[in-house]
C-alpha cells in the first residue's frame, strides 16, 4: 500500500491554496474519479492514494498559474507528501508545463481524465438532468467534435491520454463517465456544504 497524508491533511491543504468553488470541485471530481479508477484497474489497496492524488493535483493552479506543476512540490511538502505523490502531482502537467512524464498507469489515468471530466462536467450541466447519470458516450463523442464547447478543455490532451493508456477515446470516455457518476453525489452534497 503506498503512503499517502489523511485525507483531513490533503483537503486542508487544497482549501488553503484554493478558494474558487469550480477549483474545488474539480479537485472533489478528480478525488472520486481516481478513488474509482483505483478500483476498476485493480489497485484498490491503493484507492486513497489515487484519490489524493486526484484532490491535490491543482493544489498550485489557482494562486500560481504560471507556475502550475512547478511550485506543487513545494505546496506538498508542507503536509509531508511522498516523492511518488509529489511524481504523481506533477505529471499530469506533462508537455503542457512540466517535463515530468506520466509512467505508472495512476498518472496516465490522471492525465487522460484530468482533461476530460472538464468536459464532461461542462456537457452535464447542459442536460436537463444537470447530471452525468444519464449521460451516453454517443452525445460526449459529439461535444468532444465541437471545438467551440468547453473550449477550454484540450481535445488534444484527452486523445493523447487515451493513447498513453493504450485505450479507444470512447474506452476512456465511458470509463471516465462511470467515475464521475460514482462520486457526483458526494461532490455535490461537498459543495453545498462550503
Known amino acids: 500500500m503506498r503512503a499517502c497524508p489523511d485525507r483531513e491533511a490533503a483537503l486542508g491543504l487544497l482549501k488553503t491554496y484554493n478558494s474558487e468553488p469550480f477549483h474545488i470541485q474539480h479537485a472533489l471530481t478528480v478525488e472520486g474519479t481516481m478513488r474509482w479508477y483505483a478500483q476498476d484497474l485493480g489497485y484498490g489497496e491503493d484507492a486513497d492514494f489515487w484519490a489524493t492524488v486526484g484532490l491535490l493535483h491543482d493544489v498550485d493552479f489557482e494562486k500560481w498559474p504560471e507556475e502550475h506543476c512547478k511550485k506543487a512540490p513545494e505546496l506538498l511538502a508542507e503536509i509531508g507528501c511522498s516523492d511518488e505523490l509529489i511524481h504523481a502531482v506533477c505529471s499530469h502537467g506533462f508537455g503542457l508545463c512540466c517535463d515530468v512524464e506520466p509512467t505508472h498507469e495512476m498518472e496516465k489515468v490522471l492525465f487522460a481524465a484530468d482533461e476530460l471530466t472538464g468536459l464532461i462536467g461542462a456537457a452535464a450541466r447542459m442536460r436537463p438532468s444537470k447530471s452525468c447519470q444519464d449521460m451516453e458516450v454517443s452525445s ?3 461535444k468532444f467534435k465541437d ?15 487515451a493513447e498513453k ?6 474506452e476512456l470516455m465511458d470509463k471516465t463517465i462511470q467515475a464521475m457518476r460514482s462520486c457526483e453525489d458526494s461532490v455535490n452534497r461537498a459543495m453545498e456544504a462550503l
Open 140 to 142: 460526449l463523442k459529439k
Open 165 to 170: 493508456l493504450g485505450w479507444t477515446l470512447e
Open 147 to 161: 471545438k467551440k464547447f468547453a473550449a477550454g478543455c484540450s481535445r488534444e490532451v484527452i486523445q493523447d491520454g
